[in-house]
């Protein structure tokens, strides 16, 4: 491993050297360095900086921002000590994140958007350049692809705003997570972590100067466990890697990273509801299931899973920026990735509800179990799972190049957007088999589909391969009209190509082809006063697109052959209040969205149900700190969902969209002992009730969840935390059974855990 990682390091030497070379030729007026403007005080509600939402990349305070946009530091991502990339949205207002799947396949809903799973309406970002182009696919959702570890310096969570024209043109929630980079000063830590659910892990980072204004950063993690419910064995393991290089030049720097990544978790899902031995520790695979055989295509082929492997990424996103302050108030911000790897999901899914065995076995009395030979009796309960195999290749090229002329009181900004992208589908879904209903509870002999290897429900199979292409110009203005107002404006015109063929079946013909070629403007419109230098109101519109990709033409294959071009449009609108002082801030966003076009489909093959969805609502985000080591976050979100254009669910609550959601952290930090220093903190969210379906038939029932933390200085170098998720150990619910709301099946959040971990630094 050792010797992998000097010949990755060496090799993104070799790569920068020439071109540092070369660009340090150049003269111009000294300018700050980047890396001064990224860091966030958190000594100062005023001071805080903002990068993501500027469509020049020049960093500006957040309080003077046009738009919603929240900051997260590394210093709260570790108090926090999230599970998943999708529990550290939780922090974000306006932001609805299911993370009770596991370390990959979380829901996380926007502001109202409409979804029944996965993420259609969020972006994550690595260093301002999206890790995968499209937003979502069946069974993969950006935050699957990036992992949480000491490397990442903040985050930066941006709603609405001008996210439409830039970049990849997400019109909901773009999350961009940049990281550390080297200085002067060679520095570094090293973190041992474990658990009361057997996890080790070591977390390392190390950064300083390799030469004269070249910087490294570079560090990842190593972990296992047998996961927050035990599976009994170890059902996540993982590990990262990742180089971050920088050179400073006299008129801007130039970065190039890598990130290697191979971590996976068993996937949770849904659980039956009402039934003994069920609760929010409970998973359906364990030792006595996670091997198991499904058969696929029309000649029956079988093959043998391990379905321990859950959900996971392996593969690498790598990527530079080149950001240069040319002659003549000209600046030139060029930001490209590559990112190539496997993305599978290995699940048991449940099917229907639990029923007493006596119902379905062969004899009406009893059945044998497959792996133990253990005789269970009519009164068993059992529940038919399906062996679910979903196998994607993936790769994308994204390049972002933008030029500024600064004239005046004014920004003007033309960019060019461009991506290319592919995946590879291999499905394998239904295959169900009835098994005992306890952990990992096994399958049974003496029920007639099992003996017969057949599903005993259904089954969809497919091989896919599909590409894409979007390609984007657009522009930007921002014009000081005096020292209270600023307008901007945003225009982009974006081309998106698709090209994909199924086959359903596994049949080896083409049941599906789709060659779709179509543009669509967007735009945006802001204004912002600030009557004071730290207090100020904006207000602004958009109209952005989510455009269709492959999976949205397999679903609505009917209506795009009639001549549907499945884009969604979404209008926006926003109306904010800011206000920052030394020691507190306050952010208020009042909010209207509706998209049109949104379809769903409950599981493949069903009919896509259309609708248009309508939300307003207010975000509110306040920090205050105290002289004393006291300090408190309240993030909180109201809204009201509607759909108010479908076949059936007219004027009907988005599913699984809560009324309201609160969420109040308060910290304080004081010398325990002499030059020990300490910090209690803890975490109180509520959420409201949701409705489990656009039907609005199932509730599932709001909850209040407790989470608490302790860090302790022990000396400069040497610090230990130790953290408890879910104090109260509560049972909420995120969603029901999303293939059948109305079988009693529902997720829980995670049970409660408790982490501790001593850290090093030098």
């Not at 000491?150 to 940049?178: C, H, K, W, Y």
């Not at 062969?362 to 005789?375: E, K």
């Not at 509870?441 to 894409?468: F, P, R, V």
């Not at 107002?485 to 698709?498: P, S």
Request: aromatic fraction near 10%.
């Amino acid at each position: 491993m050792n010797l992998q990682l000097t010949k990755l390091a060496s090799a993104m030497l070799i790569t920068l050297l020439p071109v540092s070379m070369l660009q340090a030729q150049q003269q111009a007026e000294d300018t700050k360095k980047v890396a001064a403007a990224k860091k966030p005080a958190e000594e100062s509600q005023i001071e805080q900086i903002v990068i993501t939402g500027k469509a020049s990349g020049i960093a500006g305070l957040r309080v003077d921002a046009s738009y919603a946009i929240t900051n997260v530091s590394a210093e709260n991502i570790e108090k926090m000590n999230p599970k998943s990339t999708a529990e550290l949205f939780t922090l974000v207002p306006g932001v609805w994140s299911e993370s009770s799947g596991g370390v990959a396949g979380a829901n996380v809903f926007v502001r109202g958007f409409p979804g029944g799973g996965d993420a259609p309406f969020l972006t994550v970002q690595m260093q301002g350049v999206p890790i995968f182009p499209p937003p979502t696919l069946s069974f993969l959702e950006n935050s699957s692809m990036f992992r949480l570890d000491e490397t990442v310096d903040f985050m930066e969570a941006l709603r609405g705003g001008s996210t439409p024209v830039i970049s990849n043109g997400q019109p909901g929630l773009t999350t961009n997570f940049l990281l550390k980079e080297g200085s002067e000063e060679t520095e570094g830590l090293v973190k041992l972590s474990t658990s009361d659910y057997g996890l080790q892990r070591m977390d390392a980072v190390v950064s300083g100067e390799l030469a004269d204004d070249l910087y490294f950063m570079m560090g990842g993690y190593i972990s296992s466990s047998q996961g927050v419910r035990d599976a009994g064995f170890n059902s996540e393991e993982g590990h990262q890697f990742t180089l971050n290089i920088t050179k400073d030049l006299d008129n801007g720097s130039i970065n190039l990273y890598t990130r290697q990544t191979d971590d996976h978790g068993v996937w949770y899902l849904p659980t039956p509801l009402n039934v003994a031995g069920v609760d929010n520790t409970y998973t359906q695979i364990g030792p006595n299931n996670r091997q198991g055989t499904i058969q696929f295509g029309p000649d029956g082929e079988s093959r043998s899973v391990d379905f321990g492997d859950g959900r996971g990424w392996k593969g690498s996103v790598s990527g530079g920026t080149v950001d240069l302050d040319l002659n003549n108030d000209w600046k030139l911000l060029y930001r490209f990735n590559y990112t190539q790897g496997d993305a599978n999901t290995l699940g048991l899914v449940p099917e229907a509800g639990a029923v007493a065995l006596s119902t379905v076995a062969d004899n009406g009395l009893n059945a044998t179990g497959a792996t133990t030979g253990a005789l269970y009796d009519g009164d068993t309960m059992v529940q038919q799972i399906g062996r679910w195999v979903v196998e994607k290749e993936l790769d994308s090229f994204t390049n972002d190049l933008a030029v500024t002329k600064t004239a005046d009181s004014a920004k003007y900004t033309v960019g060019v957007y461009s991506t290319a992208f592919s995946v590879k589908d291999w499905w394998s879904i239904g295959n169900q088999a009835w098994h005992v209903v306890e952990s990992g509870g096994e399958a049974l002999t003496g029920i007639n589909c099992n003996d017969n290897q057949d599903s005993c429900s259904w089954n969809y199979d497919i091989d896919a391969t599909g590409d894409g292409t979007t390609r984007a110009l657009y522009a930007a203005v921002e014009v000081a009209l005096n020292e209270q107002w600023t307008v901007d404006l945003g225009l982009r015109n974006e081309n998106h190509t698709i090209d994909y063929t199924v086959d359903e079946g596994l049949t080896g013909q083409v049941s599906k082809a789709v060659s779709y070629d179509e543009s669509k403007i967007a735009w945006t419109a802001g204004v912002n006063w600030m009557w004071q230098k730290n207090m100020g109101v904006f207000a602004r519109v958009n109209k952005g697109n989510k455009m269709p990709f492959f999976d949205d033409f397999r679903d609505n294959y009917g209506a795009f052959t009639s001549g549907e071009k499945l884009i969604k449009e979404v209008t926006q609108f926003e109306l904010g209040y800011k206000w920052a002082e030394q020691n507190y801030s306050f952010y208020a966003t009042s909010f209207y969205n509706e998209v049109e076009g949104d379809t769903f489909v409950r599981r493949p093959g069903d009919p896509a149900e259309v609708m248009t969805n309508r939300a307003y609502g207010v975000e509110l985000d306040f920090n205050y700190f105290t002289s004393v080591g006291f300090s408190l976050n309240l993030n909180s979100t109201l809204q009201k969902t509607e759909i108010t254009e479908s076949p059936t669910n007219e004027g009907n609550r988005a599913q699984r969209q809560p009324r309201w959601q609160v969420r109040l952290t308060p910290s304080y930090g004081f010398e325990a002992f002499e030059d020990t220093f300490a910090s209690v903190y803890g975490t109180i969210a509520s959420v409201s009730d949701r409705y489990a379906d656009n039907e609005n038939t199932v509730t599932l029932a709001g909850y209040t969840k407790i989470d608490a933390g302790l860090q302790l200085e022990l000396t400069e170098q040497l610090k230990t935390q130790l953290s408890v998720d879910n104090l109260t150990d509560k049972q909420g619910l995120t969603e029901g059974d999303p293939r059948n709301p109305t079988s009693p099946n529902g997720r829980y959040i995670l049970p409660r855990s408790v982490t501790l971990s001593m850290t090093y630094q030098f």
